[in-house]
């Protein structure tokens, strides 16, 4: 294992570095070097630390996702409560369903089939966007109007709903034995969202009583709520609640309720170091489980499709922040934030394959393909637009952000 881990600190580093020398995103070069040392070219991370990935990789994205819920602001969250929950269904409905009709047109599936691939590929990736959010909130780029809040929020939500419509489909084409129709699975959709976001409240709230009772040093702190997260993703995962949303709702009530106390800024510095060395494991045990021969499958019919379902998320993007209060340009770069795809698909591209689906095999290459294309597209499309579309703002003393340079945002 040490020999993998040398490989992960020195050559993710590197390649991190060398991408943002070029002006291009870190995480690229991560994935890039994930793909070139996985176990599908060169073979030269351990079979042990393999074993571990999908653990490190959920453990990555509690600590990207405990420092977001540390940064919801609860009147933030109130001006942009309706257009999180569009955003967080419209997008993925329009892409899955695109490339579901696809799937029947061109791969002969049944409705089944298609919608396990539809939906498998409509999951926008937290992995991606989340850490790209907080980068802009950092840098005060669309917090006039709160882009970034928008965006991390609404990919959260996606993902439950993604992976709950795929869930549904999957148990229709006999790869699940469930008993609960598909009304029901449906259904389960707001109890798992909210559910999930009381669990991660409660657990907050305890946190947050803890620390106002004894003196803990920082590390202890960060301990403390670090192990919490990763409770309230196990506990989410048991009762089929929102794990990661638990998460950021843990991070959120810490704000709201510790705001003013020392512990806050020490967490949120705390968890940014760890974020440094967590970003090498994520994205490049991410690389690591794409299979560049798997994805070669997919061929040109593979890349048709992903564009066209591109095509149709984004103009769910579009319908979604229409009468938003955002103007032309923050719509656009809404719509590509909302491109990159990897977790969900690293996650459960597999799953119709080793369920015996029919067709699992092409959905495993397509699910592949979408990771190759969209998670560098995406990251790139992040960096370069924002500067572009957003405003770029600073927060004044009295907490409200001021727009510092307009961006031509005509609504």
């Given at each position: 294992?040490?020999?993998?881990?040398?490989i992960?600190f020195?050559l993710?580093?590197?390649?991190k570095?060398?991408?943002?020398?070029?002006?291009?995103?870190?995480?690229?070069?991560?994935?890039?070097?994930?793909?070139?040392?996985?176990?599908?070219?060169?073979?030269l991370?351990?079979?042990?630390?393999?074993?571990?990935?999908?653990e490190?990789?959920?453990?990555?994205l509690i600590?990207i996702?405990l420092?977001?819920?540390?940064?919801?602001?609860?009147?933030i969250?109130t001006r942009?409560?309706s257009?999180?929950?569009?955003?967080?269904?419209?997008?993925?409905?329009?892409e899955?369903?695109?490339?579901?009709?696809?799937s029947?047109?061109?791969?002969?599936?049944?409705?089944?089939?298609?919608?396990v691939?539809?939906?498998?590929?409509?999951?926008v990736?937290p992995?991606?966007v989340v850490?790209?959010m907080?980068?802009?909130?950092?840098?005060?780029?669309?917090?006039?109007?709160?882009?970034p809040?928008l965006?991390?929020?609404g990919?959260?939500?996606?993902?439950v709903?993604?992976i709950?419509?795929?869930?549904v489909f999957?148990?229709?084409?006999g790869g699940?034995?469930?008993e609960?129709?598909?009304?029901i699975?449906?259904?389960?959709i707001p109890?798992?969202?909210?559910g999930?976001?009381?669990?991660g409240l409660i657990v907050?709230?305890l946190?947050v009583?803890?620390?106002n009772?004894?003196?803990?040093?920082?590390?202890?702190?960060?301990?403390l709520?670090?192990g919490s997260g990763?409770?309230?993703t196990?506990?989410?995962?048991a009762v089929?609640?929102?794990g990661?949303?638990?998460?950021?709702?843990?991070?959120?009530i810490?704000?709201?309720?510790?705001?003013?106390?020392?512990?806050?800024s020490?967490?949120?510095?705390?968890?940014?170091?760890?974020?440094?060395?967590?970003?090498l494991f994520?994205f490049?045990l991410?690389?690591a489980?794409v299979n560049i021969?798997?994805?070669w499958?997919?061929g040109a019919?593979?890349?048709?499709?992903?564009g066209?379902?591109?095509?149709?998320?984004s103009?769910g993007?579009l319908?979604?922040t229409?009468r938003?209060?955002?103007?032309?340009n923050?719509?656009?770069?809404?719509a590509?934030?909302?491109?990159?795809?990897?977790t969900?698909?690293?996650?459960?591209g597999?799953?119709?394959l080793?369920?015996?689906?029919?067709?699992?095999?092409i959905?495993?290459?397509?699910a592949?393909?979408?990771?190759?294309?969209?998670?560098?597209l995406g990251?790139?499309?992040?960096?370069?637009?924002?500067?572009?579309l957003?405003?770029q703002?600073?927060?004044?003393?009295?907490?409200?952000?001021?727009?510092?340079s307009q961006?031509?945002n005509?609504?």
């Amino acid at each position: 294992m040490l020999n993998s881990l040398l490989i992960i600190f020195f050559l993710g580093l590197g390649a991190k570095k060398l991408f943002e020398k070029f002006k291009l995103p870190g995480l690229v070069g991560l994935v890039l070097v994930g793909i070139l040392t996985g176990p599908f070219v060169l073979n030269l991370l351990e079979q042990d630390i393999l074993a571990l990935s999908t653990e490190i990789r959920l453990l990555a994205l509690i600590i990207i996702l405990l420092r977001a819920g540390l940064g919801l602001d609860r009147q933030i969250l109130t001006r942009i409560g309706s257009s999180a929950i569009k955003m967080s269904a419209i997008p993925g409905i329009f892409e899955g369903t695109t490339i579901m009709i696809l799937s029947r047109i061109f791969l002969d599936f049944s409705w089944a089939q298609a919608g396990v691939l539809g939906f498998i590929i409509a999951a926008v990736s937290p992995a991606v966007v989340v850490p790209s959010m907080l980068d802009l909130r950092d840098r005060g780029l669309g917090m006039d109007k709160n882009v970034p809040i928008l965006i991390l929020a609404g990919a959260s939500i996606d993902d439950v709903f993604a992976i709950t419509v795929f869930t549904v489909f999957l148990g229709l084409a006999g790869g699940t034995a469930t008993e609960a129709t598909p009304l029901i699975s449906f259904a389960m959709i707001p109890v798992e969202i909210v559910g999930g976001v009381l669990l991660g409240l409660i657990v907050g709230y305890l946190l947050v009583l803890l620390f106002n009772r004894f003196t803990l040093h920082r590390i202890e702190q960060l301990l403390l709520v670090t192990g919490s997260g990763i409770v309230v993703t196990l506990i989410g995962e048991a009762v089929s609640l929102a794990g990661l949303l638990a998460v950021m709702g843990l991070g959120f009530i810490l704000l709201e309720k510790g705001n003013g106390n020392d512990y806050i800024s020490q967490l949120e510095e705390s968890l940014n170091h760890l974020w440094l060395g967590a970003q090498l494991f994520l994205f490049i045990l991410i690389g690591a489980a794409v299979n560049i021969q798997v994805a070669w499958q997919a061929g040109a019919l593979g890349i048709l499709m992903i564009g066209l379902g591109l095509m149709a998320r984004s103009t769910g993007v579009l319908l979604a922040t229409w009468r938003s209060g955002l103007s032309w340009n923050e719509r656009k770069f809404c719509a590509a934030a909302y491109l990159p795809k990897a977790t969900v698909q690293a996650a459960i591209g597999g799953v119709p394959l080793a369920a015996g689906i029919p067709g699992g095999e092409i959905i495993l290459a397509i699910a592949v393909l979408s990771i190759i294309i969209t998670a560098p597209l995406g990251a790139i499309a992040i960096k370069r637009l924002a500067p572009r579309l957003l405003n770029q703002c600073e927060l004044t003393e009295g907490g409200e952000w001021k727009v510092e340079s307009q961006r031509n945002n005509d609504n």
